[in-house]
């Protein structure tokens, strides 16, 4: 039974990466069309609406606690060839959340490095192993520096290895963004790994929007630019990023700008700027990436506004069902 004390109030389940035996690789925290169906499964057909009816019902008040959506983010291909058709099958209308700096060749990296990792390595180990390789001798310093860290971060979270934890934290602390891209770059040159060769592979083409569209899925906004951290941008540069996201699908729909009335926030990144933005630019609806009640965000409860409504992971989902 997934409804419990914790989450019987409505809300989204938010998914990412879906894997098969022909395109698309096992990677961490992906899932199988298997898993897909085990978790609507338990989730239980009867409780998931379809997008536009999750968008009228909340807007007439009328969501009951047990209803929920479900949510794809980020505009990956897997979720076309391995998510959709599970859609269709079951009949189940869902939200796409698109971010649109891919289509002027600039995707996420976040993305490709993950590509990268999953494809060009034969298990995470190896490439673990080579990225520490490839850093400078200082950070075996700093690992001992940070020593207590990971001992804290392996209770909160058992899932991850050791390795994966190293990783993550000379990733966002030792490294930071600039230098991981290089440290990135430089392995993918290495491995004559071209990003563009895989774009079609990793991320949605206009027409699988134009598709998703006509079947009658909800696309909303991810914003432009996949940034983490949308919050520490000012209004004005959070403005023009999500007005282009919007600009892009709208075209890529050839649709009225006001077509597109719903979003979800990038790393569930936003601040009060960003709520104002959203309003402005005609949404009316909105999904944060976690069940969390966020005290220095303002939440006083959990689906504060309409710009704040909770969504559940799918791993966190599919852990409960292999308890
Ligand atoms: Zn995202």
Redesign the pocket.
């Known amino acids: 039974m997934y409804l419990t004390k914790k989450n019987n109030f409505f809300h989204g389940i938010v998914f990412?990466h879906f894997h098969d035996s022909k395109n698309h690789m096992k990677s961490q925290g992906s899932i199988s069309n298997d898993e897909f169906y085990k978790i609507i499964d338990f989730i239980g057909k009867k409780n998931i609406l379809n997008s536009e009816d999750f968008f009228e019902k909340y807007h007439k008040g009328k969501i009951k606690e047990n209803e929920v959506c479900l949510t794809f983010?980020?505009a990956i291909k897997c979720q076309i060839d391995v998510a959709l058709p599970i859609l269709e099958d079951l009949k189940i209308k869902s939200f796409f959340?698109v971010?649109t700096s891919m289509f002027e060749d600039k995707p996420?990296n976040l993305e490709i490095f993950r590509f990268f990792r999953t494809n060009c390595y034969k298990d995470i180990n190896r490439f673990y192993k080579d990225f520490f390789k490839s850093l400078d001798k200082n950070f075996e310093n700093f690992f001992i520096e940070k020593r207590d860290i990971i001992n804290e971060r392996k209770k909160r979270y058992p899932f991850y290895t050791h390795d994966d934890l190293k990783f993550r934290l000379v990733r966002d602390e030792y490294l930071r963004e600039e230098n991981y891209e290089k440290v990135m770059l430089d392995l993918m040159k290495k491995k004559n790994f071209v990003p563009e060769d895989n774009y079609k592979n990793l991320f949605f083409e206009k027409k699988d929007i134009i598709k998703l569209d006509k079947l009658g899925h909800s696309i909303g906004l991810?914003s432009h630019y996949?940034h983490t951290k949308k919050e520490k941008l000012s209004y004005q540069d959070q403005l023009e990023d999500y007005s282009k996201n919007k600009l892009f699908l709208s075209e890529i729909l050839n649709k009225s700008s006001n077509y597109i009335q719903t979003a979800?926030h990038?790393?569930g990144s936003y601040n009060q700027d960003t709520l104002k933005v959203l309003d402005n630019l005609g949404i009316k609806l909105a999904f944060k990436?976690s069940m969390l009640i966020e005290k220095e965000k303002k939440m006083k409860r959990i689906n504060n506004s309409k710009f704040e409504i909770a969504r559940e992971d799918h791993i966190n989902i599919l852990r409960r069902i292999n308890l």
């Open positions: 990412h983010d980020d959340f971010y996420d991810h996949h979800s990038p790393f990436d």
